[in-house]
């Protein structure tokens, strides 16, 4: 490398102490772009050599939340939870899912289920979606299966997947959960009426449910609603459910399905992405030398390099599509 590059490299840095390599060689591009660009491991390597470089602890992620739409209409946006878990007479746990309409307050699903892992949540929204139809957002907390303070973006497979269905992701602020206040009024009214005492086994517990779904849905009156039923104001989404194709990447250089582990693998290297993309289709372009743009759907999500075959993410491309905040 010419020794007025390296300098160039090294001023740049001390200028932003706090910028890795691939940000100090972006920066580069746009001050001299004229200038053929090196590789983001040879900014690496040229800090390393300087004694630029800081090896420091992978930081948890900090979940904050996003903007928050306000509904005025059936499916604008669903809201999810899980109501916090109870042992049944057999001894075993409860963890019951619910799912609502945010604007007409219907419950569309309530699920007795065995934990909150991914496999079992995502054929209760798969159900919800066949009968209802898909709606424009949902709301949920920062836990699993609906996020991950290790995944990237947050993301889980769960979220992933509803992303693929065109569905934005709204999610409520750690230690706020008045943000998702009226579902959280609806979990009293759960607990009541069919929670104390529990039932005997989980197929038991899912029949009150399913008493407890229908009466709220089609008998109880609603202040909120003019003292109209759930169901005498809800209807279905125009939104249907058809399941999902996979992605094809025409103005990219490749389409690469992400691996079970989460990799990206191409030329026989292996780029460590996201296990939340297990299974999908991403497009990779290359855009400068050994520099590949990774992308899902419409959205660019980070930049890897050959030679250090470290995907660095760019900032959270997601968030949800309704402008309007809520109150709640």
């Known amino acids: 490398m010419p020794e007025q590059l390296e300098r160039t490299i090294v001023r740049l840095k001390?200028?932003?102490?706090?910028?890795?390599?691939?940000?100090i060689r972006e920066l580069l591009v746009r001050r001299f772009p004229d200038l053929r660009p090196p590789a983001i491991s040879t900014v690496h390597t040229v800090l390393d050599r300087n004694g630029l470089v800081n090896c420091r602890k992978r930081r948890r992620r900090q979940a904050l939340g996003t903007r928050l739409s306000a509904s005025r209409h059936p499916n604008e946006l669903w809201c999810a939870d899980f109501k916090g878990e109870f042992m049944l007479g057999d001894t075993r746990y409860c963890y019951p899912l619910t799912v609502t309409d945010h604007a007409s307050r219907y419950l569309l699903a309530v699920e007795a289920l065995e934990g909150t892992r991914e496999e079992w949540a995502a054929p209760v929204f798969e159900r919800a979606f066949e009968e209802f139809g898909l709606p424009v957002g949902i709301r949920t907390d920062n836990g699993v299966p609906f996020a991950s303070a290790n995944g990237l973006f947050g993301l889980t497979r769960l979220a992933v997947w509803w992303l693929r269905l065109g569905i934005a992701i709204e999610r409520i602020q750690p230690g706020h959960p008045e943000q998702n206040?009226?579902?959280?009024?609806?979990?009293?009214?759960?607990?009541?009426?069919?929670?104390?005492p529990a039932a005997a086994n989980l197929l038991q517990q899912q029949e009150r449910f399913n008493q407890f779904q229908a009466e709220y849905n089609t008998e109880r009156p609603h202040e909120a609603l003019g003292?109209?039923?759930?169901?005498e104001v809800y209807e279905r989404s125009p939104r249907p459910y058809r399941g999902i194709g996979q992605v094809e990447y025409p103005m990219h250089d490749r389409t690469v399905t992400v691996t079970h582990c989460g990799r990206i693998c191409m030329k026989r290297k292996k780029i460590n992405f996201s296990r939340a993309f297990a299974g999908q289709n991403v497009g990779i372009k290359e855009v400068s030398e050994k520099i590949w743009l990774v992308s899902f759907m419409e959205y660019d999500l980070g930049y890897f390099d050959e030679d250090s075959v470290r995907f660095e993410p760019l900032d959270n491309p997601f968030g949800p599509k309704v402008l309007p905040i809520s109150p709640e």
């Open 14 to 23: 001390r200028e932003k102490p706090h910028w890795g390599a691939p940000k």
């Open 181 to 196: 206040g009226r579902h959280e009024r609806l979990h009293l009214t759960l607990k009541k009426a069919t929670v104390v």
């Open 227 to 231: 003292m109209k039923m759930p169901a």
